[in-house]
C-alpha cells in the first residue's frame, strides 16, 4: 500500500496522523528493534506441526493506539507472530497466557506494568520489554526500554533477504479470551486467514490476482470501536488497510465513551464504524438520540462477536439514513462464516462454509435434520 499511496493516511489516533509511509517507516524500526533482541523464525516453516509454531511470539499487552498496530505489522515483517493479551486479565491469567504463549517480547502500556512485574520474573526467556508511556505517568519498569526510544535507534532498511523470506505459511495467532475453557491461541496461516478471516476477495467473490491489484482498492476510514485485544477490532483494522483505507482511533480508549466515538467520526469523516453488540450499540444509540452529530458520510456499522438486537439494528437505520449495519458470525477458528445485512434476523452463510455429517464424512445439505459440525 505504501508503494501506491504513499502519502494518504494510514492511521489516525488523537493528534497524530500517520501516512502510509510514515507507518511503514515506523513498523519497519519495530521489526529492526525486535529482531535486534534475537526475536524472528526458529524453524523452517515445513517443520512444524500444525498445531506448532516454528516462529518466536511478542505479546501485545496494550490499550487501542497507533503502537498496537505499528508492533502488529513490525511483528510480522521480523516473521515474529504477535499474539493479543486481554488487559483485564489479573496477574494469575496474566501469567498462564504469557507462559502458554511463550512469549520472548512484551509490548505494554505503563498502566499494566504492575501486574506484568508479578509475573516477568516467572517467564522463561522474554529477551525483549517495550514500554509504551501513558496517562498513568509510571515509571520505566527494570529491564524495560521506552518504545519510542527504542524505534528511534533503530533503522528503516529491513535485513537482507528478510522480505523475500516472507510467507504466506508465516503464522497470525489469536488468542481466545477463555469464555470456553481456558485461553487458547488459534494458529493461521497468513494467506489463509486474510481471505478467511478478513474476507480480502474481490466484490462478488474470487481471489485477487496480485498484490498491485489489491493496493488498488477503493479508499474508506474505519473506526474500530472495541479494544484490538479482541480478534473483532484488529480483524476490522487490517481488512480496512487492506483495501486501501484509514484506520482511525477514537481518543478515550480506557473505557467507551460514547460522545468521543461519535466526535471522532464526525471530525475524521469516518465511512465505517465496528462494534461488538448490544453492549456498544446501547450507548452509542443513547448519544446518537441527542441530535449533536452530523455523520453524512458513515455507511456502515459492523457488528460481531456479539448478539445485536432486532430493536437495536432498527434504531441505527433510523437514527443514520443510508447506513448499512452489517452483522457477521464467525469464530476465531474458523473466521468470517455467515453474515446479515439490513434490519432482518437470519444470516446468510458465505460460499465457503458448509455443514459437516457428525462423522465428518459427507457435507449436510438444507433438507438434511442430523444436527452436523
Same mark, same amino acid.
Not at 174 to 189: D, E, Q
Not at 306 to 325: D, Q
Given at each position: 500500500?505504501?508503494?501506491?499511496?504513499?502519502?494518504?493516511?494510514?492511521?489516525?489516533?488523537?493528534?497524530?496522523?500517520?501516512?502510509?509511509?510514515?507507518?511503514?517507516?515506523?513498523?519497519?524500526?519495530?521489526?529492526?528493534?525486535?529482531?535486534?533482541?534475537?526475536?524472528?523464525?526458529?524453524?523452517?516453516?515445513? =517443520?512444524?506441526?500444525?498445531? =506448532?509454531?516454528?516462529?518466536?511470539?511478542?505479546?501485545?499487552?496494550?490499550?487501542?493506539?497507533?503502537?498496537?498496530?505499528?508492533?502488529?505489522?513490525?511483528?510480522?515483517?521480523?516473521?515474529?507472530?504477535?499474539?493479543?493479551?486481554?488487559?483485564?486479565?489479573?496477574?494469575?491469567?496474566?501469567?498462564?497466557?504469557?507462559?502458554?504463549?511463550?512469549?520472548?517480547?512484551?509490548?505494554?502500556?505503563?498502566?499494566?506494568?504492575?501486574?506484568?512485574?508479578?509475573?516477568?520474573?516467572?517467564?522463561?526467556?522474554?529477551?525483549?520489554?517495550?514500554?509504551?508511556?501513558?496517562e498513568s505517568g509510571l515509571p520505566l519498569m527494570e529491564g524495560a526500554c521506552w518504545y519510542d526510544e527504542a524505534l528511534a535507534s533503530a533503522t528503516t532498511e529491513l535485513p537482507a533477504g528478510l522480505?523475500?523470506?516472507? #510467507?504466506?505459511?508465516?503464522?497470525?495467532?489469536?488468542?481466545?479470551?477463555?469464555?470456553?475453557?481456558?485461553?487458547?491461541?488459534?494458529?493461521?496461516?497468513?494467506?489463509?486467514?486474510?481471505?478467511?478471516?478478513?474476507?480480502?476477495?474481490?466484490?462478488?467473490?474470487?481471489?485477487?490476482?496480485?498484490?498491485? =491489484?489489491?493496493?488498488?482498492?477503493?479508499?474508506?476510514?474505519?473506526?474500530?470501536?472495541?479494544?484490538?485485544?479482541?480478534?473483532?477490532?484488529?480483524?476490522?483494522?487490517?481488512?480496512?488497510?487492506? #483495501?486501501?483505507?484509514?484506520?482511525?482511533?477514537?481518543?478515550?480508549?480506557?473505557?467507551?465513551?460514547?460522545?468521543?466515538?461519535?466526535?471522532t467520526c464526525e471530525r475524521e469523516q469516518v465511512t465505517a464504524l465496528q462494534i461488538v453488540g448490544d453492549a456498544f450499540a446501547r450507548p452509542l444509540l443513547d448519544e446518537l438520540r441527542t441530535g449533536?452529530?452530523?455523520?453524512?458520510?458513515?455507511?456502515?456499522?459492523?457488528?460481531?462477536?456479539?448478539?445485536?438486537?432486532?430493536?437495536?439494528?432498527?434504531?441505527?437505520?433510523?437514527?443514520?439514513?443510508?447506513?448499512?449495519?452489517?452483522?457477521?458470525?464467525?469464530?476465531?477458528?474458523?473466521?468470517?462464516?455467515?453474515?446479515?445485512?439490513?434490519?432482518?434476523?437470519?444470516?446468510?452463510?458465505?460460499?465457503?462454509?458448509?455443514?459437516?455429517?457428525?462423522?465428518?464424512?459427507?457435507?449436510?445439505?438444507?433438507?438434511?435434520?442430523?444436527?452436523?459440525?
Amino acid at each position: 500500500m505504501a508503494a501506491v499511496a504513499a502519502e494518504r493516511d494510514c492511521l489516525v489516533f488523537r493528534d497524530r496522523r500517520l501516512s502510509w509511509a510514515e507507518f511503514t517507516e515506523r513498523s519497519r524500526r519495530l521489526a529492526n528493534v525486535v529482531l535486534g533482541a534475537g526475536l524472528g523464525a526458529r524453524r523452517p516453516l515445513t =517443520e512444524p506441526a500444525g498445531w =506448532e509454531s516454528g516462529q518466536d511470539h511478542l505479546a501485545l499487552y496494550l490499550l487501542n493506539g497507533s503502537e498496537y498496530l505499528e508492533a502488529m505489522i513490525g511483528a510480522f515483517k521480523a516473521r515474529v507472530a504477535p499474539v493479543n493479551i486481554n488487559y483485564r486479565y489479573v496477574a494469575e491469567e496474566l501469567g498462564y497466557v504469557l507462559r502458554d504463549a511463550s512469549v520472548r517480547g512484551i509490548v505494554v502500556h505503563s498502566r499494566f506494568t504492575p501486574t506484568l512485574a508479578e509475573v516477568l520474573g516467572d517467564l522463561d526467556d522474554v529477551w525483549l520489554v517495550l514500554q509504551v508511556p501513558d496517562e498513568s505517568g509510571l515509571p520505566l519498569m527494570e529491564g524495560a526500554c521506552w518504545y519510542d526510544e527504542a524505534l528511534a535507534s533503530a533503522t528503516t532498511e529491513l535485513p537482507a533477504g528478510l522480505a523475500e523470506a516472507w #510467507s504466506g505459511d508465516d503464522l497470525y495467532i489469536l488468542y481466545t479470551g477463555g469464555t470456553t475453557g481456558m485461553p487458547k491461541g488459534v494458529l493461521w496461516r497468513q494467506a489463509d486467514f486474510l481471505v478467511a478471516a478478513l474476507g480480502v476477495r474481490r466484490r462478488g467473490g474470487g481471489d485477487w490476482g496480485s498484490y498491485e =491489484e489489491l493496493a488498488e482498492g477503493a479508499r474508506r476510514g474505519t473506526l474500530p470501536c472495541a479494544p484490538f485485544m479482541h480478534g473483532a477490532a484488529h480483524w476490522n483494522a487490517l481488512s480496512a488497510w487492506a #483495501s486501501g483505507g484509514t484506520v482511525v482511533v477514537q481518543s478515550v480508549v480506557d473505557r467507551l465513551d460514547a460522545a468521543d466515538v461519535w466526535q471522532t467520526c464526525e471530525r475524521e469523516q469516518v465511512t465505517a464504524l465496528q462494534i461488538v453488540g448490544d453492549a456498544f450499540a446501547r450507548p452509542l444509540l443513547d448519544e446518537l438520540r441527542t441530535g449533536r452529530y452530523e455523520l453524512g458520510r458513515l455507511r456502515h456499522l459492523l457488528t460481531g462477536g456479539a448478539v445485536l438486537s432486532p430493536a437495536s439494528k432498527a434504531a441505527f437505520v433510523e437514527l443514520l439514513p443510508g447506513v448499512t449495519v452489517v452483522d457477521v458470525l464467525g469464530s476465531s477458528e474458523a473466521g468470517r462464516q455467515a453474515m446479515q445485512q439490513g434490519t432482518g434476523s437470519g444470516f446468510v452463510p458465505d460460499a465457503r462454509s458448509a455443514v459437516l455429517s457428525e462423522g465428518l464424512d459427507r457435507l449436510l445439505g438444507p433438507a438434511d435434520d442430523e444436527v452436523g459440525w
